[in-house]
Nanobody
């Protein structure tokens, strides 16, 4: 069973940046799309970035385009999410997971809290 550990969250002022890290264990992610999700209390988890396995193609919702960058290191079984120009609406717990057909494949990690103060 693949397990994820997310890190790098914190408190940042609006307009600032954070870099989140995701480390996977228990299996290789090299053959899967990796996604970063976020969730705020009372709302569904939202996919905010994804990166495919071979070509490294990335996909972002409109809310993240131009501000977020996702990268992966298949050799290290890790992924990162660089978030710039942060807004208060980006406040959430952020998670990573393997993605297939828009759905997460494995159990969720503990996530990492991002809080953006305005």
């Amino acid at each position: 069973q693949v397990r994820f550990v997310e890190s790098g969250g914190g408190l940042v002022q609006a307009g600032g940046s954070l870099r989140l890290s995701c480390a996977a264990s228990g299996g290789s992610l090299s053959g899967t799309t990796i996604g970063w999700y976020r969730q705020v209390p009372g709302k569904q988890r939202e996919l905010v970035a994804s990166i495919t396995t071979t070509l490294g193609s990335t996909l972002f919702p409109e809310s993240a385009k131009g501000r977020f960058t996702i990268a992966r290191d298949n050799a290290k079984n890790t992924a990162t999410l660089q978030m710039n120009s942060l807004e208060s609406e980006d406040t959430a717990v952020y998670y990573c997971n393997a993605v297939f057909a828009g759905r997460a494949l494995f159990p969720w990690g503990q996530g990492t809290q991002v809080t953006v103060s305005s």
